[in-house]
C-alpha cells in the first residue's frame, strides 16, 4: 500500500468513532496558523476546536440552526481535521493529483469505507487547485443506522490530508448536502 493511503483507515475508523472535546467556546471561524488548516463555515454554523489522535487539527462544525439535524453518535453535524503526512513532503500539486485522478487510490477510499457502510454515491471536486473525493455512506450499524447518511470528503496536499465529515439524518439530506460542500469549500487548505 503506498504511504499516502495508510493514514486513510485509522482517520475513517476514528471520525465515526466519536470526539474528545476541549473546552472551548463555539466561534463562527476557526484557525490554526502552525499548519495554516482554516475554516470560515457559512451563515448558520459555528465551529469549536476539537481532539482527534486522527488529526493534527480538528474543528467540530454545528449547526444555529438545527438544519441539517446531526445524527449517530457525534455532537457535531459535521468535523474537519488536518492531518499531516510526511510522505506527501516532496510531492508536486500535479503529482499529488495524478495520485488521487487514479482509480486505485479512489477505490482504496472507497473500500475503506464500505468496511462501516455502504458507499451510496462517489464525486470528485477540486477545491483550491487540488483535487478530492467526496463519498456519501449510509453506515451498517449504529444508532438509528438506517436513517443515519454520512458525507465525507478528503483533500490531499504536501502537507497532508484534511478530512471533513458530516452525518444527518436521510431526511435531512437533499437539503444539507447543499451545505456540506458550503462547508467543505469554506477550509483553507494547509498546503
Partial sequence: MTPIFRPCVAAFIGLVAGSLLKPV????EFSDPSTGFAI?????????QTTR????VGVGITSTTGVPAAAGTSAFVCEGGFKAAATNNDLTQAEINALVDKPEWRKLIRSTFE?????KAERRFTQEGYRGVELQVTPKAGPDAANVRMVVAMVETAKGRTTVLCVTTLKDLAKGLPQFRAIRASITLPK
Fill in 53 to 56: 489522535r486522527q488529526f493534527d
Fill in 115 to 119: 468496511l462501516i457502510g455502504t458507499v
Fill in 40 to 48: 470560515r463555515p457559512p451563515a448558520g454554523f459555528t465551529t469549536q
Fill in 25 to 28: 467556546p463555539a466561534l463562527a
